[in-house]
């Protein structure tokens, strides 16, 4: 496969009014997300997208990507050009159907007019100012986005790890002003994934992610997910360590709705019944990391809405909040909300363009019914991949998730297998650890892309028969 960043595919099918626009309205018209963010590389492409470059000269491959990138990722021998809707277009013009979605990003999917329309107008007006000023569009996204959760305050910042360090912040505070707390304890669960700073990456327990950077931030405890039993031993056990030592006291539970990179795990309702109760009696705050699940992908707009009545006092969200522009936000309910200027703060955090990006997105997803078509195509997707189970039990183990997030695990195969085998049928899907598949494509995914994932998952597996 030719991988190169040669020019002419640059130039496709972008409409031609766009072309001699801004940079920032050709590169939100062909795609603004998929991994690593295009966007944010607007200068390389607005070199390779000139008219006038030299070919020879711009080109770069894979190797001079290497040379230039740090290896965070191991990456797929790929690159796409433009993409629309659930569809993106590969520098050979092969046209792949994307159940990637930027890693449950993608929220409108690739390319949706009125977010193209918004960021383009909201660049050509005043794009950045600092939180020195107010922000009329961050105004409008904290009030869309209060009107519509149990929150009544919003924090902004860049990403979900971001949003995760506010929430541990504003626990640690609680825990200072409510008791004057000294050690302050955050329980997190096994398994988890909550962000790689290395606060967020402290309450994320899963060793291969901790091991190189230790130590991490104290105060962390780990428990086994959706286990009554061991959260309230583990509450137990810290609640007497008080008495010997009053300064070490729960200040938050910070949990996955339903873990995402964790394998796709829905949150069990009877154990989030449980924390919230127990955080009402020991006075912890309960703190949900929305930030895969959150903006409509469960097929409910918060992932906290599949647990019968339990509000968190504090969540975060990301990803899918301006639909593949970075922003993250944190959000809490008034009794903590206990930040104060110079508490915490964020350059870019809620400026006008990503907010006017997320406003969008918000809207898009109200006049598309976007959750709707979650929760319906995300059941038809279940369904099918149920089929598909019980067609290869040799493969298939166990189908779960909620929505437009689901995991297939795997029995003897590795999720790479199948992801690579889904590559060469054109469909993008991705891992959530080494054995489970994981499927989250944008919330705008029709009735048929669903059943031709389908079929090409079908496919797939039949190359893996026995
Ligand atoms: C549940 C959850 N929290 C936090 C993060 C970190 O978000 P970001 O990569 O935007 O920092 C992720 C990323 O996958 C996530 O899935």
């Not at 990179?261 to 929305?290: H, K, W, Y």
């Not at 598949?437 to 919330?443: K, S």
Request: hydrophobic fraction near 40%.
């Amino acid at each position: 496969m030719a991988f190169c960043w040669s020019v002419p595919v640059l130039h496709h099918q972008v409409d031609k009014k766009w072309r001699n626009k801004s940079t920032c309205r050709k590169q939100m018209h062909k795609f603004h997300h998929t991994n690593s963010h295009p966007f944010a590389c607007s200068k390389e492409m607005a070199i390779a997208t000139s008219d006038s470059v030299n070919e020879s000269n711009n080109a770069l491959d894979a190797t001079d990507f290497d040379k230039y990138v740090m290896k965070t990722y191991k990456r797929q021998k790929l690159y796409f050009t433009h993409g629309s809707g659930a569809w993106l277009w590969d520098q050979d013009g092969r046209k792949l159907l994307d159940f990637v979605g930027g890693i449950a990003t993608c929220s409108v999917g690739h390319s949706h007019p009125k977010l193209v329309e918004a960021v383009s107008q909201q660049m050509s007006q005043v794009h950045h100012v600092s939180n020195l000023y107010y922000i009329p569009q961050q105004a409008q996204l904290a009030k869309w986005l209060v009107e519509h959760s149990c929150a009544d305050r919003v924090f902004f910042c860049n990403s979900g790890t971001e949003a995760n360090e506010a929430a541990i912040k504003l626990a640690r505070k609680y825990g200072k002003v409510r008791w004057n707390c000294k050690e302050p304890v955050i329980i997190s669960a096994y398994n988890s994934f909550h962000g790689r700073t290395c606060g967020s990456l402290s309450a994320t327990a899963q060793t291969k992610y901790q091991s190189s950077f230790l130590p991490l931030l104290p105060g962390f405890e780990y428990i086994h997910y959706n286990d009554t039993t061991s959260f309230l031993e583990m509450v137990e056990k810290i609640t007497k360590s008080s008495t010997s030592n009053p300064d070490r006291r729960i200040v938050g539970v910070l949990l996955e709705a339903a873990q995402g990179e964790g394998g796709v795990m829905p949150g069990d309702v009877s154990f989030f019944q449980t924390v919230r109760q127990v955080c009402n009696e020991i006075g912890a705050l309960m703190i949900l990391d929305e930030v895969q699940v959150g903006m409509g992908r469960t097929g409910r707009l918060w992932g906290y809405e599949h647990h019968d009545q339990v509000e968190p006092d504090i969540f975060t969200t990301a990803k899918g909040l301006a639909g593949g522009i970075p922003i993250g936000a944190m959000l809490c309910k008034s009794h903590c909300d206990l930040f104060e200027p110079g508490d915490h703060a964020a350059t870019f955090g809620g400026n006008p363009l990503s907010c006017a990006a997320a406003l969008a997105v918000c809207h898009i997803i109200e006049e598309e019914h976007l959750v709707e078509n979650a929760k319906e195509r995300g059941r038809e997707l279940k369904l099918g991949l149920e089929r598909l189970k019980e067609s290869y039990p040799h493969i298939i183990s166990q189908v779960r998730g909620w929505g437009l997030l689901l995991g297939l695990e795997l029995k003897e195969y590795a999720a790479s297998q199948i992801i690579e085998a889904a590559l060469e049928e054109d469909l993008l899907v991705l891992s959530a650890g080494p054995k489970v598949v994981r499927l989250a494509p944008p919330l705008v995914i029709t009735r048929e892309q669903v059943q031709l994932a389908l079929q090409v998952l079908n496919n797939v597996m039949k190359k893996f028969k026995l």
